[in-house]
Protein backbone atom coordinates (compact mmCIF):
# COMPACT_ATOMS: atom_id res chain seq x y z
CA UNK A 1 0.00 0.00 0.00
CA UNK A 2 2.81 2.31 -0.87
CA UNK A 3 3.09 5.28 -3.36
CA UNK A 4 5.14 4.54 -6.01
CA UNK A 5 8.81 5.87 -5.88
CA UNK A 6 9.46 9.27 -7.06
CA UNK A 7 5.95 10.60 -6.19
CA UNK A 8 7.35 13.70 -4.99
CA UNK A 9 9.50 14.39 -8.00
CA UNK A 10 6.33 13.58 -9.80
CA UNK A 11 4.16 16.10 -8.14
CA UNK A 12 6.87 18.80 -8.23
CA UNK A 13 7.09 18.23 -12.37
CA UNK A 14 3.47 17.62 -12.43
CA UNK A 15 2.63 21.38 -9.98
CA UNK A 16 4.98 22.97 -12.69
CA UNK A 17 2.38 22.79 -15.25
CA UNK A 18 -0.93 23.49 -13.26
CA UNK A 19 -2.50 27.11 -13.00
CA UNK A 20 -2.87 28.18 -9.74
CA UNK A 21 -5.38 30.94 -9.01
CA UNK A 22 -6.19 32.98 -6.03
CA UNK A 23 -9.17 31.19 -4.92
CA UNK A 24 -7.08 28.29 -4.50
CA UNK A 25 -6.05 29.41 -0.63
CA UNK A 26 -4.02 26.38 0.14
CA UNK A 27 -2.86 24.09 -3.42
CA UNK A 28 -1.37 20.77 -3.76
CA UNK A 29 0.89 19.66 -1.12
CA UNK A 30 -1.18 19.33 2.40
CA UNK A 31 -3.91 16.60 2.90
CA UNK A 32 -6.57 18.84 1.28
CA UNK A 33 -6.49 22.04 -0.71
CA UNK A 34 -8.67 24.86 0.70
CA UNK A 35 -10.87 27.22 -2.13
CA UNK A 36 -12.96 30.26 -1.23
CA UNK A 37 -16.14 29.84 -0.60
CA UNK A 38 -18.94 31.58 -3.72
CA UNK A 39 -22.38 32.31 -2.83
CA UNK A 40 -23.78 30.78 -5.99
CA UNK A 41 -24.97 27.18 -5.90
CA UNK A 42 -21.73 25.11 -6.32
CA UNK A 43 -21.66 22.45 -9.38
CA UNK A 44 -20.03 19.29 -8.51
CA UNK A 45 -19.08 16.28 -11.25
CA UNK A 46 -16.48 13.77 -11.64
CA UNK A 47 -15.11 12.08 -14.52
CA UNK A 48 -12.50 8.97 -15.38
CA UNK A 49 -10.57 7.92 -18.29
CA UNK A 50 -9.37 4.45 -18.31
CA UNK A 51 -6.28 3.21 -20.83
CA UNK A 52 -7.79 0.47 -23.10
CA UNK A 53 -11.33 1.54 -22.54
CA UNK A 54 -11.74 5.37 -23.38
CA UNK A 55 -8.05 5.35 -24.95
CA UNK A 56 -5.04 3.97 -25.83
CA UNK A 57 -1.42 5.80 -25.69
CA UNK A 58 -1.00 4.76 -29.38
CA UNK A 59 -3.87 7.16 -30.51
CA UNK A 60 -3.13 10.59 -30.01
CA UNK A 61 -0.15 12.38 -27.62
CA UNK A 62 -0.39 12.68 -23.87
CA UNK A 63 -1.02 16.32 -23.84
CA UNK A 64 -4.28 15.72 -25.67
CA UNK A 65 -4.95 12.98 -23.39
CA UNK A 66 -4.52 15.42 -20.45
CA UNK A 67 -6.84 18.01 -22.32
CA UNK A 68 -9.34 15.51 -23.23
CA UNK A 69 -9.87 14.20 -18.99
CA UNK A 70 -10.54 17.96 -18.17
CA UNK A 71 -12.91 18.49 -21.41
CA UNK A 72 -15.26 15.39 -20.73
CA UNK A 73 -15.89 16.87 -16.87
CA UNK A 74 -15.74 21.13 -18.44
CA UNK A 75 -19.06 19.67 -20.49
CA UNK A 76 -20.94 18.35 -17.62
CA UNK A 77 -20.81 21.59 -16.51
CA UNK A 78 -21.77 23.39 -19.71
CA UNK A 79 -24.34 20.93 -19.79
CA UNK A 80 -25.47 22.88 -16.79
CA UNK A 81 -24.99 25.66 -18.23
CA UNK A 82 -22.08 26.38 -15.52
CA UNK A 83 -18.85 28.44 -15.30
CA UNK A 84 -16.25 25.42 -14.15
CA UNK A 85 -14.16 27.24 -11.08
CA UNK A 86 -11.90 24.36 -9.59
CA UNK A 87 -10.71 20.63 -10.22
CA UNK A 88 -8.97 18.40 -8.26
CA UNK A 89 -6.82 14.90 -9.89
CA UNK A 90 -6.78 11.51 -9.34
CA UNK A 91 -4.39 10.22 -11.53
CA UNK A 92 -3.65 5.94 -11.44
CA UNK A 93 0.00 5.28 -12.66
CA UNK A 94 0.84 2.25 -13.79
CA UNK A 95 4.50 0.87 -14.51
CA UNK A 96 6.43 1.25 -18.03
CA UNK A 97 5.62 5.25 -17.69
CA UNK A 98 8.25 7.41 -18.58
CA UNK A 99 8.18 10.75 -16.14
CA UNK A 100 8.05 12.96 -19.82
CA UNK A 101 4.53 11.21 -20.14
CA UNK A 102 3.12 12.97 -17.31
CA UNK A 103 5.13 16.26 -18.38
CA UNK A 104 3.44 16.41 -21.43
CA UNK A 105 0.37 14.46 -19.58
CA UNK A 106 -0.47 17.58 -17.20
CA UNK A 107 1.22 20.00 -19.65
CA UNK A 108 -2.01 19.28 -22.45
CA UNK A 109 -4.48 19.46 -19.07
CA UNK A 110 -2.90 22.48 -17.81
CA UNK A 111 -3.01 24.63 -20.99
CA UNK A 112 -6.81 23.17 -20.82
CA UNK A 113 -7.44 24.37 -17.57
CA UNK A 114 -6.03 27.89 -18.47
CA UNK A 115 -8.15 27.87 -21.63
CA UNK A 116 -11.30 27.06 -19.24
CA UNK A 117 -10.02 29.46 -16.36
CA UNK A 118 -10.08 26.14 -13.82
CA UNK A 119 -7.60 26.17 -11.35
CA UNK A 120 -5.66 22.56 -10.39
CA UNK A 121 -6.37 22.65 -6.46
CA UNK A 122 -4.76 19.20 -5.72
CA UNK A 123 -4.37 15.36 -6.32
CA UNK A 124 -3.41 12.15 -5.94
CA UNK A 125 -1.33 9.89 -7.52
CA UNK A 126 -1.45 6.39 -6.94
CA UNK A 127 -0.18 2.95 -8.49
CA UNK A 128 -2.81 0.50 -10.66
CA UNK A 129 -2.26 -1.44 -13.31
CA UNK A 130 -3.84 0.44 -15.75
CA UNK A 131 -3.81 4.34 -16.51
CA UNK A 132 -6.85 5.78 -15.39
CA UNK A 133 -7.10 10.05 -14.92
CA UNK A 134 -10.11 10.73 -12.71
CA UNK A 135 -10.88 14.76 -12.58
CA UNK A 136 -13.67 16.29 -10.00
CA UNK A 137 -14.45 19.63 -11.41
CA UNK A 138 -16.56 22.59 -9.56
CA UNK A 139 -18.56 25.01 -10.91
CA UNK A 140 -20.97 27.88 -10.23
CA UNK A 141 -23.70 28.96 -12.02
CA UNK A 142 -24.58 32.68 -12.97
CA UNK A 143 -28.32 32.15 -12.71
CA UNK A 144 -30.45 29.07 -13.05
CA UNK A 145 -28.76 26.08 -13.92
CA UNK A 146 -30.04 23.88 -16.74
CA UNK A 147 -31.32 20.36 -15.82
CA UNK A 148 -32.63 17.25 -17.48
CA UNK A 149 -35.78 17.15 -15.63
CA UNK A 150 -37.31 20.14 -17.30
CA UNK A 151 -38.45 19.03 -20.72
CA UNK A 152 -41.98 20.31 -21.37
CA UNK A 153 -44.51 18.46 -24.48
CA UNK A 154 -43.91 20.85 -27.36
CA UNK A 155 -40.89 21.88 -26.54
CA UNK A 156 -38.20 21.50 -29.40
CA UNK A 157 -35.13 19.81 -29.05
CA UNK A 158 -31.97 20.88 -30.45
CA UNK A 159 -28.12 20.08 -30.92
CA UNK A 160 -25.59 22.41 -31.06
CA UNK A 161 -22.86 21.16 -33.99
CA UNK A 162 -22.39 18.14 -35.49
CA UNK A 163 -23.15 14.54 -34.35
CA UNK A 164 -21.37 11.25 -34.71
CA UNK A 165 -18.25 12.53 -35.84
CA UNK A 166 -16.27 11.13 -32.80
CA UNK A 167 -17.50 7.30 -33.12
CA UNK A 168 -16.53 8.02 -36.20
CA UNK A 169 -13.23 8.88 -35.66
CA UNK A 170 -13.07 6.19 -32.87
CA UNK A 171 -13.27 3.67 -35.90
CA UNK A 172 -10.94 5.00 -37.83
CA UNK A 173 -8.53 4.72 -34.89
CA UNK A 174 -9.22 1.25 -34.09
CA UNK A 175 -8.88 0.38 -38.23
CA UNK A 176 -13.02 -0.68 -38.28
CA UNK A 177 -13.22 1.91 -40.62
CA UNK A 178 -11.22 3.24 -43.19
CA UNK A 179 -10.75 7.16 -44.43
CA UNK A 180 -8.24 8.85 -45.19
CA UNK A 181 -6.94 12.56 -46.07
CA UNK A 182 -8.71 15.76 -43.89
CA UNK A 183 -12.24 13.86 -43.84
CA UNK A 184 -10.05 11.39 -41.63
CA UNK A 185 -8.28 14.49 -39.69
CA UNK A 186 -11.81 15.94 -39.18
CA UNK A 187 -12.59 13.09 -37.90
CA UNK A 188 -10.08 11.59 -35.34
CA UNK A 189 -9.39 15.01 -33.99
CA UNK A 190 -13.19 15.15 -32.94
CA UNK A 191 -12.58 12.27 -30.95
CA UNK A 192 -9.21 12.95 -28.98
CA UNK A 193 -9.98 16.92 -29.06
CA UNK A 194 -13.38 17.33 -28.24
CA UNK A 195 -14.54 20.94 -27.14
CA UNK A 196 -16.29 21.37 -24.35
CA UNK A 197 -19.07 23.83 -25.04
CA UNK A 198 -19.00 25.94 -22.41
CA UNK A 199 -19.94 29.51 -23.57
CA UNK A 200 -22.83 28.37 -25.53
CA UNK A 201 -24.07 26.46 -22.59
CA UNK A 202 -23.74 29.51 -20.49
CA UNK A 203 -25.47 31.50 -23.04
CA UNK A 204 -28.05 28.70 -22.51
CA UNK A 205 -28.47 29.18 -18.78
CA UNK A 206 -29.57 32.85 -19.67
CA UNK A 207 -32.72 31.45 -21.71
CA UNK A 208 -35.98 31.94 -19.24
CA UNK A 209 -37.12 29.54 -18.21
CA UNK A 210 -33.73 27.38 -18.78
CA UNK A 211 -33.64 25.08 -21.16
CA UNK A 212 -33.30 21.34 -20.54
CA UNK A 213 -30.02 19.80 -21.37
CA UNK A 214 -27.66 17.40 -21.40
CA UNK A 215 -24.37 16.83 -23.19
CA UNK A 216 -23.96 13.86 -25.99
CA UNK A 217 -21.40 11.98 -24.02
CA UNK A 218 -23.04 8.75 -24.49
CA UNK A 219 -24.65 8.99 -27.75
CA UNK A 220 -27.32 11.34 -28.74
CA UNK A 221 -30.30 8.50 -28.76
CA UNK A 222 -29.01 7.54 -25.36
CA UNK A 223 -28.47 10.62 -23.61
CA UNK A 224 -32.06 12.32 -25.00
CA UNK A 225 -33.18 9.36 -23.15
CA UNK A 226 -32.22 10.72 -19.96
CA UNK A 227 -33.66 13.85 -20.66
CA UNK A 228 -37.09 11.99 -21.76
CA UNK A 229 -36.86 9.80 -18.37
CA UNK A 230 -35.94 12.22 -15.79
CA UNK A 231 -38.84 14.72 -17.33
CA UNK A 232 -41.40 12.43 -17.98
CA UNK A 233 -41.70 13.03 -21.51
CA UNK A 234 -41.32 11.29 -24.96
CA UNK A 235 -40.11 12.77 -28.00
CA UNK A 236 -40.30 12.32 -31.77
CA UNK A 237 -36.79 12.80 -33.80
CA UNK A 238 -36.67 13.54 -37.28
CA UNK A 239 -33.80 11.30 -38.43
CA UNK A 240 -32.87 13.39 -41.50
CA UNK A 241 -32.48 16.55 -39.47
CA UNK A 242 -29.70 14.76 -37.52
CA UNK A 243 -26.70 17.51 -38.35
CA UNK A 244 -23.92 15.88 -39.76
CA UNK A 245 -20.30 17.26 -41.34
CA UNK A 246 -19.33 16.87 -44.34
CA UNK A 247 -16.34 14.64 -43.06
CA UNK A 248 -18.94 12.18 -41.59
CA UNK A 249 -21.13 12.01 -44.58
CA UNK A 250 -17.69 11.18 -47.08
CA UNK A 251 -16.55 8.86 -44.65
CA UNK A 252 -19.90 7.15 -43.65
CA UNK A 253 -22.40 8.46 -46.53
CA UNK A 254 -26.09 8.59 -45.54
CA UNK A 255 -26.27 6.00 -42.89
CA UNK A 256 -27.35 7.84 -39.72
CA UNK A 257 -26.45 4.90 -36.57
CA UNK A 258 -23.46 6.71 -35.46
CA UNK A 259 -25.07 10.43 -35.34
CA UNK A 260 -27.76 8.60 -33.18
CA UNK A 261 -25.70 6.23 -30.90
CA UNK A 262 -22.39 7.26 -30.95
CA UNK A 263 -21.14 9.13 -28.39
CA UNK A 264 -18.20 11.36 -26.93
CA UNK A 265 -18.89 14.51 -29.47
CA UNK A 266 -19.52 16.29 -26.24
CA UNK A 267 -21.87 18.61 -28.16
CA UNK A 268 -25.12 19.47 -26.19
CA UNK A 269 -28.45 19.16 -26.44
CA UNK A 270 -31.23 21.33 -25.18
CA UNK A 271 -35.31 21.44 -25.50
CA UNK A 272 -36.47 24.94 -25.85
CA UNK A 273 -40.23 26.18 -24.98
CA UNK A 274 -39.51 29.74 -26.47
CA UNK A 275 -39.83 29.60 -30.37
CA UNK A 276 -36.53 30.83 -31.41
CA UNK A 277 -35.10 30.30 -34.98
CA UNK A 278 -32.57 28.12 -35.69
CA UNK A 279 -30.75 31.12 -37.23
CA UNK A 280 -30.98 33.10 -34.53
CA UNK A 281 -29.88 30.43 -31.86
CA UNK A 282 -26.78 29.72 -33.80
CA UNK A 283 -26.01 33.49 -33.73
CA UNK A 284 -26.69 33.95 -30.05
CA UNK A 285 -24.92 30.66 -29.04
CA UNK A 286 -22.06 31.29 -31.33
CA UNK A 287 -22.35 27.45 -32.66
CA UNK A 288 -24.34 25.80 -35.40
CA UNK A 289 -27.72 25.03 -33.99
CA UNK A 290 -29.75 22.17 -35.61
CA UNK A 291 -33.76 21.25 -34.68
CA UNK A 292 -33.84 17.66 -34.55
CA UNK A 293 -37.34 16.83 -33.17
CA UNK A 294 -39.89 17.81 -30.43
CA UNK A 295 -41.02 16.57 -27.09
CA UNK A 296 -43.63 14.67 -26.74
CA UNK A 297 -46.30 13.74 -24.14
CA UNK A 298 -46.47 10.12 -25.13
CA UNK A 299 -43.80 8.56 -22.86
CA UNK A 300 -41.50 6.80 -25.68
CA UNK A 301 -39.26 7.95 -28.44
CA UNK A 302 -40.33 7.66 -31.84
CA UNK A 303 -37.60 8.15 -35.16
CA UNK A 304 -38.97 8.96 -38.27
CA UNK A 305 -37.90 9.52 -41.43
CA UNK A 306 -38.59 12.53 -43.99
CA UNK A 307 -41.87 10.39 -44.70
CA UNK A 308 -42.94 10.36 -41.20
CA UNK A 309 -43.27 6.90 -40.85
CA UNK A 310 -41.64 5.68 -37.50
CA UNK A 311 -38.17 3.98 -38.81
CA UNK A 312 -36.75 0.55 -36.94
CA UNK A 313 -34.38 1.64 -34.27
CA UNK A 314 -31.34 0.11 -35.51
CA UNK A 315 -28.98 1.62 -32.31
CA UNK A 316 -27.89 0.41 -29.47
CA UNK A 317 -28.02 2.61 -26.57
CA UNK A 318 -31.19 3.71 -24.31
CA UNK A 319 -33.45 0.78 -23.40
CA UNK A 320 -35.78 1.94 -21.44
CA UNK A 321 -37.65 3.53 -24.11
CA UNK A 322 -37.05 2.56 -26.98
CA UNK A 323 -39.17 3.75 -30.68
CA UNK A 324 -41.75 0.62 -31.45
CA UNK B 1 -16.41 4.41 -25.40
CA UNK B 2 -19.90 2.85 -24.14
CA UNK B 3 -21.18 2.35 -20.43
CA UNK B 4 -21.28 -1.35 -18.95
CA UNK B 5 -24.97 -2.73 -19.75
CA UNK B 6 -26.39 -2.53 -16.38
CA UNK B 7 -25.79 0.70 -15.54
CA UNK B 8 -28.93 2.45 -14.89
CA UNK B 9 -30.29 -0.77 -13.12
CA UNK B 10 -27.07 -0.18 -10.96
CA UNK B 11 -26.93 3.34 -10.27
CA UNK B 12 -30.74 2.87 -8.75
CA UNK B 13 -29.48 0.53 -6.57
CA UNK B 14 -26.39 2.35 -5.39
CA UNK B 15 -28.84 5.58 -5.05
CA UNK B 16 -31.10 3.39 -2.75
CA UNK B 17 -27.47 3.12 -0.39
CA UNK B 18 -26.54 6.54 -0.30
CA UNK B 19 -27.49 9.28 2.10
CA UNK B 20 -29.37 12.31 0.63
CA UNK B 21 -28.89 15.79 2.53
CA UNK B 22 -31.12 19.40 2.22
CA UNK B 23 -27.57 20.51 1.08
CA UNK B 24 -27.90 18.62 -2.16
CA UNK B 25 -30.11 21.12 -4.34
CA UNK B 26 -30.05 18.59 -7.27
CA UNK B 27 -28.45 14.78 -6.61
CA UNK B 28 -27.36 11.98 -8.87
CA UNK B 29 -28.94 11.37 -12.51
CA UNK B 30 -28.12 14.92 -13.95
CA UNK B 31 -24.43 15.96 -15.69
CA UNK B 32 -23.54 17.65 -12.66
CA UNK B 33 -24.74 17.41 -8.84
CA UNK B 34 -26.07 21.17 -7.22
CA UNK B 35 -24.55 22.08 -3.58
CA UNK B 36 -25.67 24.48 -1.64
CA UNK B 37 -22.90 27.05 -1.30
CA UNK B 38 -21.84 27.43 2.31
CA UNK B 39 -19.80 30.66 3.79
CA UNK B 40 -16.93 28.67 4.89
CA UNK B 41 -13.61 28.24 2.80
CA UNK B 42 -13.99 24.89 0.95
CA UNK B 43 -11.32 21.97 1.90
CA UNK B 44 -11.24 19.32 -1.26
CA UNK B 45 -9.74 15.95 -1.44
CA UNK B 46 -9.87 12.58 -4.09
CA UNK B 47 -8.31 9.57 -3.27
CA UNK B 48 -8.79 5.93 -4.57
CA UNK B 49 -8.11 2.60 -3.74
CA UNK B 50 -7.50 -0.15 -6.35
CA UNK B 51 -7.96 -3.70 -6.45
CA UNK B 52 -4.45 -5.91 -6.35
CA UNK B 53 -3.00 -2.44 -4.66
CA UNK B 54 -4.97 -1.06 -1.80
CA UNK B 55 -7.62 -4.42 -1.41
CA UNK B 56 -8.48 -7.60 -2.40
CA UNK B 57 -11.46 -9.06 -2.44
CA UNK B 58 -11.18 -11.95 -0.62
CA UNK B 59 -9.71 -10.21 2.93
CA UNK B 60 -12.71 -8.56 3.84
CA UNK B 61 -16.63 -8.20 2.79
CA UNK B 62 -17.75 -5.76 -0.19
CA UNK B 63 -19.29 -2.97 2.85
CA UNK B 64 -15.78 -2.89 4.29
CA UNK B 65 -13.98 -1.70 1.06
CA UNK B 66 -16.81 0.72 0.29
CA UNK B 67 -16.58 2.40 4.08
CA UNK B 68 -13.11 2.04 4.23
CA UNK B 69 -12.55 4.19 0.79
CA UNK B 70 -15.31 6.85 2.20
CA UNK B 71 -12.68 6.96 5.42
CA UNK B 72 -9.67 7.51 3.79
CA UNK B 73 -11.24 10.69 2.19
CA UNK B 74 -12.30 11.20 5.53
CA UNK B 75 -9.12 11.10 6.92
CA UNK B 76 -7.97 14.17 4.91
CA UNK B 77 -10.30 15.77 6.08
CA UNK B 78 -9.98 14.94 9.64
CA UNK B 79 -6.11 16.18 9.20
CA UNK B 80 -7.26 19.60 8.16
CA UNK B 81 -9.58 19.67 11.32
CA UNK B 82 -12.30 20.16 9.04
CA UNK B 83 -16.18 18.86 8.56
CA UNK B 84 -16.86 16.59 5.83
CA UNK B 85 -19.87 17.78 3.80
CA UNK B 86 -20.43 16.09 0.08
CA UNK B 87 -18.78 13.49 -2.04
CA UNK B 88 -18.76 12.35 -4.90
CA UNK B 89 -18.15 8.62 -5.71
CA UNK B 90 -16.05 7.53 -9.77
CA UNK B 91 -16.79 3.79 -9.61
CA UNK B 92 -14.44 1.77 -12.13
CA UNK B 93 -15.57 -1.75 -12.79
CA UNK B 94 -14.23 -4.86 -13.94
CA UNK B 95 -16.21 -7.64 -15.25
CA UNK B 96 -17.16 -10.41 -12.79
CA UNK B 97 -18.88 -9.00 -10.57
CA UNK B 98 -21.86 -9.47 -9.47
CA UNK B 99 -24.95 -6.76 -8.44
CA UNK B 100 -25.21 -8.07 -5.47
CA UNK B 101 -21.52 -6.84 -4.53
CA UNK B 102 -22.46 -3.53 -5.71
CA UNK B 103 -25.15 -3.66 -3.29
CA UNK B 104 -22.91 -4.41 -0.71
CA UNK B 105 -20.32 -2.14 -1.18
CA UNK B 106 -22.30 1.14 -0.94
CA UNK B 107 -24.36 -0.26 1.73
CA UNK B 108 -21.49 0.41 3.69
CA UNK B 109 -20.31 3.27 1.79
CA UNK B 110 -23.73 4.93 2.36
CA UNK B 111 -23.58 3.50 6.18
CA UNK B 112 -20.01 5.27 6.75
CA UNK B 113 -21.43 8.08 4.96
CA UNK B 114 -24.03 8.74 7.42
CA UNK B 115 -22.22 8.25 10.28
CA UNK B 116 -20.06 10.72 8.93
CA UNK B 117 -22.19 13.47 8.00
CA UNK B 118 -21.78 13.10 4.33
CA UNK B 119 -23.82 13.22 1.66
CA UNK B 120 -23.23 11.40 -1.48
CA UNK B 121 -24.15 13.77 -4.23
CA UNK B 122 -23.36 12.14 -6.97
CA UNK B 123 -20.91 10.08 -9.00
CA UNK B 124 -19.62 8.16 -12.33
CA UNK B 125 -19.67 4.51 -13.27
CA UNK B 126 -16.78 3.35 -15.99
CA UNK B 127 -15.85 0.21 -17.26
CA UNK B 128 -11.97 -0.85 -16.30
CA UNK B 129 -10.04 -3.80 -15.95
CA UNK B 130 -9.28 -3.43 -12.23
CA UNK B 131 -11.54 -2.45 -9.79
CA UNK B 132 -11.36 1.09 -8.51
CA UNK B 133 -13.21 3.14 -6.12
CA UNK B 134 -12.29 7.01 -6.34
CA UNK B 135 -14.25 9.51 -4.21
CA UNK B 136 -13.63 13.39 -3.95
CA UNK B 137 -15.11 14.53 -0.76
CA UNK B 138 -15.69 18.40 0.14
CA UNK B 139 -15.19 20.06 3.49
CA UNK B 140 -15.58 23.27 5.34
CA UNK B 141 -13.18 24.85 8.55
CA UNK B 142 -15.07 25.69 11.47
CA UNK B 143 -12.34 28.46 12.68
CA UNK B 144 -8.53 27.89 10.98
CA UNK B 145 -7.29 24.60 9.28
CA UNK B 146 -4.29 22.77 10.29
CA UNK B 147 -2.35 22.82 7.70
CA UNK B 148 1.41 20.73 6.94
CA UNK B 149 3.52 23.86 7.16
CA UNK B 150 2.82 25.60 10.77
CA UNK B 151 5.43 23.32 12.81
CA UNK B 152 8.06 25.37 14.42
CA UNK B 153 11.48 24.69 16.40
CA UNK B 154 10.25 23.45 20.04
CA UNK B 155 7.14 22.06 19.18
CA UNK B 156 5.77 18.72 20.44
CA UNK B 157 5.16 16.08 18.32
CA UNK B 158 2.07 13.86 18.94
CA UNK B 159 0.04 11.01 17.52
CA UNK B 160 -3.36 9.90 18.32
CA UNK B 161 -3.84 5.99 19.07
CA UNK B 162 -1.67 3.76 18.16
CA UNK B 163 0.67 2.92 15.24
CA UNK B 164 1.54 0.15 12.73
CA UNK B 165 -1.23 -2.11 13.31
CA UNK B 166 -2.84 -1.54 10.01
CA UNK B 167 0.74 -2.19 8.09
CA UNK B 168 0.96 -5.43 10.65
CA UNK B 169 -2.71 -6.50 9.71
CA UNK B 170 -1.94 -6.17 6.13
CA UNK B 171 1.01 -8.51 6.11
CA UNK B 172 -1.42 -10.84 8.37
CA UNK B 173 -3.71 -10.71 5.59
CA UNK B 174 -0.72 -11.22 2.86
CA UNK B 175 0.45 -13.82 5.26
CA UNK B 176 3.70 -12.65 5.45
CA UNK B 177 3.50 -12.89 9.36
CA UNK B 178 1.82 -15.02 11.66
CA UNK B 179 -0.77 -14.04 13.97
CA UNK B 180 -4.01 -15.81 15.52
CA UNK B 181 -6.86 -14.68 17.65
CA UNK B 182 -8.03 -11.70 19.19
CA UNK B 183 -4.49 -9.63 18.04
CA UNK B 184 -5.11 -11.04 14.85
CA UNK B 185 -8.38 -9.99 14.80
CA UNK B 186 -7.53 -6.70 15.90
CA UNK B 187 -4.57 -5.53 13.52
CA UNK B 188 -6.49 -7.06 10.69
CA UNK B 189 -9.80 -5.12 11.42
CA UNK B 190 -7.04 -1.71 11.81
CA UNK B 191 -6.31 -2.65 8.29
CA UNK B 192 -9.62 -3.55 6.82
CA UNK B 193 -12.27 -1.07 9.05
CA UNK B 194 -9.89 2.14 9.84
CA UNK B 195 -11.69 5.15 11.94
CA UNK B 196 -10.67 8.63 10.18
CA UNK B 197 -10.45 10.79 13.33
CA UNK B 198 -12.92 13.70 12.59
CA UNK B 199 -13.87 14.36 16.05
CA UNK B 200 -10.16 14.62 17.71
CA UNK B 201 -9.33 17.00 14.51
CA UNK B 202 -11.74 19.13 14.95
CA UNK B 203 -11.18 19.36 18.52
CA UNK B 204 -7.59 20.58 17.37
CA UNK B 205 -8.06 22.72 15.12
CA UNK B 206 -9.70 25.01 17.88
CA UNK B 207 -6.48 24.93 19.66
CA UNK B 208 -5.00 28.41 19.13
CA UNK B 209 -2.45 28.40 17.06
CA UNK B 210 -4.02 25.74 15.21
CA UNK B 211 -1.23 22.90 15.28
CA UNK B 212 0.30 21.41 12.21
CA UNK B 213 -0.92 18.31 10.98
CA UNK B 214 -1.32 14.71 8.99
CA UNK B 215 -2.58 11.35 9.20
CA UNK B 216 -0.95 8.93 8.62
CA UNK B 217 -1.40 7.14 5.20
CA UNK B 218 2.10 6.52 4.21
CA UNK B 219 3.68 5.56 7.12
CA UNK B 220 4.46 8.01 10.34
CA UNK B 221 8.31 8.60 8.91
CA UNK B 222 7.27 9.75 5.50
CA UNK B 223 4.06 11.71 7.12
CA UNK B 224 5.89 13.21 9.20
CA UNK B 225 8.35 14.10 6.78
CA UNK B 226 6.14 15.88 4.42
CA UNK B 227 5.00 17.88 7.33
CA UNK B 228 9.18 18.81 8.02
CA UNK B 229 9.24 19.67 4.73
CA UNK B 230 6.54 21.69 3.83
CA UNK B 231 7.42 23.70 7.38
CA UNK B 232 11.21 23.67 6.64
CA UNK B 233 12.17 22.22 9.92
CA UNK B 234 13.36 18.99 11.13
CA UNK B 235 12.35 16.30 14.37
CA UNK B 236 13.48 14.08 16.95
CA UNK B 237 11.54 11.10 17.83
CA UNK B 238 12.05 8.86 20.18
CA UNK B 239 11.71 5.32 19.02
CA UNK B 240 10.88 4.18 22.47
CA UNK B 241 7.77 6.22 22.56
CA UNK B 242 6.08 5.23 19.31
CA UNK B 243 2.78 4.06 21.07
CA UNK B 244 1.90 0.71 20.29
CA UNK B 245 -1.18 -1.29 20.95
CA UNK B 246 -1.12 -4.84 22.59
CA UNK B 247 -1.70 -6.72 19.78
CA UNK B 248 1.41 -5.33 17.96
CA UNK B 249 3.67 -6.39 20.69
CA UNK B 250 2.27 -9.65 20.88
CA UNK B 251 2.25 -10.53 16.80
CA UNK B 252 5.58 -7.84 16.33
CA UNK B 253 7.30 -7.71 19.79
CA UNK B 254 9.07 -4.45 20.48
CA UNK B 255 10.60 -4.37 16.81
CA UNK B 256 8.89 -0.68 15.70
CA UNK B 257 9.72 -1.06 11.85
CA UNK B 258 6.19 -1.01 11.20
CA UNK B 259 5.07 1.26 13.53
CA UNK B 260 7.74 3.87 11.51
CA UNK B 261 7.08 2.91 7.86
CA UNK B 262 3.42 1.73 7.76
CA UNK B 263 0.57 2.82 6.45
CA UNK B 264 -2.89 3.14 6.11
CA UNK B 265 -3.60 3.70 10.60
CA UNK B 266 -5.30 7.15 9.67
CA UNK B 267 -4.30 8.40 13.09
CA UNK B 268 -3.46 11.77 13.39
CA UNK B 269 -0.18 13.36 13.71
CA UNK B 270 0.25 16.70 14.73
CA UNK B 271 2.65 19.52 16.20
CA UNK B 272 1.56 21.78 18.89
CA UNK B 273 3.32 24.98 20.63
CA UNK B 274 1.40 24.80 24.04
CA UNK B 275 2.46 23.20 26.39
CA UNK B 276 -0.54 20.54 27.23
CA UNK B 277 -0.03 17.04 29.50
CA UNK B 278 -0.43 13.83 26.99
CA UNK B 279 -3.56 13.20 29.99
CA UNK B 280 -4.90 16.44 29.49
CA UNK B 281 -4.67 15.96 25.65
CA UNK B 282 -6.25 12.91 25.77
CA UNK B 283 -8.91 13.99 27.82
CA UNK B 284 -9.45 16.85 25.23
CA UNK B 285 -9.43 15.00 21.82
CA UNK B 286 -11.49 12.18 23.32
CA UNK B 287 -8.69 9.79 22.34
CA UNK B 288 -5.47 8.63 23.43
CA UNK B 289 -2.49 11.21 22.65
CA UNK B 290 1.39 10.49 22.68
CA UNK B 291 4.28 12.43 22.63
CA UNK B 292 6.78 11.16 20.27
CA UNK B 293 9.18 14.31 20.14
CA UNK B 294 10.08 17.16 19.00
CA UNK B 295 10.16 19.77 16.18
CA UNK B 296 13.77 20.96 15.74
CA UNK B 297 15.21 23.97 13.89
CA UNK B 298 17.93 21.54 12.14
CA UNK B 299 16.54 20.42 8.70
CA UNK B 300 16.78 16.37 9.58
CA UNK B 301 14.80 13.82 10.93
CA UNK B 302 16.48 11.52 13.72
CA UNK B 303 15.23 8.70 15.17
CA UNK B 304 16.80 8.33 18.75
CA UNK B 305 16.63 5.64 21.71
CA UNK B 306 16.46 5.30 25.24
CA UNK B 307 20.20 6.34 25.52
CA UNK B 308 19.65 9.72 23.43
CA UNK B 309 21.89 8.22 20.64
CA UNK B 310 20.64 8.49 17.16
CA UNK B 311 19.38 4.88 15.71
CA UNK B 312 20.00 4.01 12.37
CA UNK B 313 17.18 3.99 10.26
CA UNK B 314 15.82 0.84 8.89
CA UNK B 315 12.64 1.52 7.71
CA UNK B 316 12.41 2.83 3.78
CA UNK B 317 10.02 5.68 3.67
CA UNK B 318 10.32 9.55 3.11
CA UNK B 319 13.78 10.05 1.32
CA UNK B 320 14.56 13.72 1.74
CA UNK B 321 15.25 14.15 4.58
CA UNK B 322 16.77 10.79 6.44
CA UNK B 323 18.21 10.26 9.49
CA UNK B 324 22.00 10.39 10.00
Same mark, same amino acid.
Request: charged content about 40%; cysteine-free; hydrophobic content about 15%.
Given at each position: VKEPPGEFELIARICAHLPQSRRVVLGPGDDCAIVASSPEPLLITIDSMVEGVHFKLEWGTPAMLGAKALAVNLSDIAAMGGIPTICVINLAIRPGLDPRFFDELYRGLGKAAVAAGVAVAGGNITRANELTITIALLGKVETQPMRRDSARPGDKIYVTGTVGDAALGLRILQNKIPAAGSARDHLVKRFLQPTAQIAPGRKLA????PPAAIDISDGLWQDLGHVLERSGVGAKVESTALPLSAAYRQV??? $?RDLALSGGDDYELLFCLRPRISEAELSRRLGVKVGCIGEITREKRALLVSGTGKPAVM? $??????LRAT
Open positions: RIKPYGD $NR $NRGWDQ
